[in-house]
């Protein structure tokens, strides 16, 4: 192959879709491919700027992430009002569709025309930097007048750092012209900012204002039954200012007991911590565990969980079936023996289909867990067969 034929092949991949596929790309300045599409489940981080070039088209599907730890400038496409026809205002902007999660860790900075779309409820974008700013230019010839600037829809998903600023374009186009502006990422606003969005900055952007603004990042709060006893586990992937943590119990889920007051928090954590407490003074019947992390200001947080708890331990009997409502994944918790064989179904209770359920990995320390992501938001009837003789039915909420 001649040195001809090797650059029209390099140029013709270099036009042709890319496939992302969980990958990080290592350039201070990443030129973006001319149609970059990140699928569902797909993640693409950038350790670096990401400069988008009109006509570039860039797509994140449902599901999808493009991380961007540096600054990302868009260049778009300067269009004219000129009578000539083989002036630039036929030429396409960049065009960016949003179906996904897009986190930008430092500045944006957007010329001339350009096009954003969020698709669908759970489009988000989030920037961190210290700011985001739109330029534009218009053009006048007779009666044609042409304004090149960024367009679209922007959505209702749109977050940013506390102390961003954005100039007036920017401000008019994010924040819908003031009617729907762009939430801050602070511990007062955290209900408002989903949680894989909050995952994300926590994970990636550990040492931003951002990702300390943010609460503790609790994995799992959950009770296991070994025996007399009660063996409470906890994990936190991230801590910000934690002092301790307490423990309650109560057996209607109403009237609470402080069975231990001062559980030594991490501090400041950017890594996972694993927390236990064993409690064996215990009744029959379901037990309600609260768990609150405090602040060195005082400021606290809690969770609950429920376990049921016989003391007798000849009987397969489900534990606990969390969490309620359930987004993306169920855990259910088994007393059960080695010889047991499980099944699960779900019914949706509206339309009545029935569902196998899948262990997303064979059951550990009576614990089996189910991706649920795929159903759709409504109540169902969670069916548990052990060799094929059904042991429990149990109402689910999935909620999306």
């Known amino acids: 192959m001649n040195k001809s034929s090797i650059l029209n092949l390099l140029l013709l991949l ?6 992302a596929n969980d990958r990080v790309i290592n350039e201070a300045n990443y030129q973006c491919p001319s149609n970059f599409i990140i699928h569902n489940g797909e993640s693409v981080i950038i350790n670096g700027n990401l400069i988008i070039n009109a006509p570039d088209k860039v797509e994140i599907q449902d599901g999808g992430e493009l991380i961007v730890k540096g600054n990302v400038v868009i260049w778009g496409v300067r269009n004219s009002s000129s009578g000539n026809p ?3 205002y036929q030429k396409p902007p960049v065009s960016i569709v949003n179906s996904g999660n897009v986190v930008i860790g430092g500045n944006v900075d ?4 350009t096009r954003y779309e969020a698709r669908g409820t759970k489009a988000a974008l989030a920037v961190l930097g210290e700011y985001v700013n739109a330029y ?3 053009s006048s010839h007779g009666w044609r007048h042409i304004s090149n600037q960024i367009n679209g829809t922007p959505g209702t998903h749109n977050y940013i750092g506390d102390r961003l600023k954005m100039n007036a374009m920017a401000g008019d186009f994010f924040g819908n012209k003031g009617h729907n502006p762009p939430v ?8 408002q900012i989903p949680a894989a969005l909050q995952q994300i ?3 990636q952007f550990p040492n931003s204002q951002a990702s300390k603004n943010l609460p503790i990042e609790l994995i ?3 009770g296991f039954v070994n025996d007399t006893e009660i063996e409470l586990q906890w994990s936190t992937a991230t801590e910000e200012n934690n002092s301790h943590f307490t423990i309650e119990k109560s057996y209607d889920g109403r009237n609470f007991k402080t069975i231990s007051d001062n559980i030594k928090g991490a501090g400041n954590s950017a890594t996972l911590n694993d927390y236990s407490f064993v409690d064996d003074d215990l009744q029959n019947g379901r037990i309600y565990y609260r768990l609150t992390q405090t602040d060195f200001d005082g400021k606290n947080e809690s969770w609950v969980t429920v376990v049921n708890f016989h003391n007798d331990s000849d ?6 079936i969390y969490p309620d409502p359930a987004d993306y994944q169920l855990s259910v918790i088994i007393h059960h023996f080695d010889n047991d064989v499980f099944t699960f179904k779900i019914i949706h209770v509206e339309s009545g289909s029935v569902y196998e359920l899948i262990p997303l990995y064979p059951m550990q320390n009576e614990k089996v867990m189910f991706n649920v992501s795929n159903y759709t938001s409504g109540a169902y009837v969670l069916e548990i067969f052990n060799h094929g003789q059904a042991i429990n039915k149990s109402e689910i909420i999935i909620q999306h």
């Open 136 to 138: 534009g230019s218009s």
């Open 86 to 88: 083989h002036n630039s």
């Open 14 to 19: 270099l036009s042709t879709t890319i496939y």
């Open 184 to 191: 801050r990422i602070t511990n007062q606003n955290k209900d």
């Open 220 to 222: 799992t709060f959950e």
């Open 315 to 320: 009987k397969v009997e489900v534990i606990s």
């Open 201 to 203: 900055i926590k994970d």
């Open 110 to 113: 957007i010329h001339d025309d």
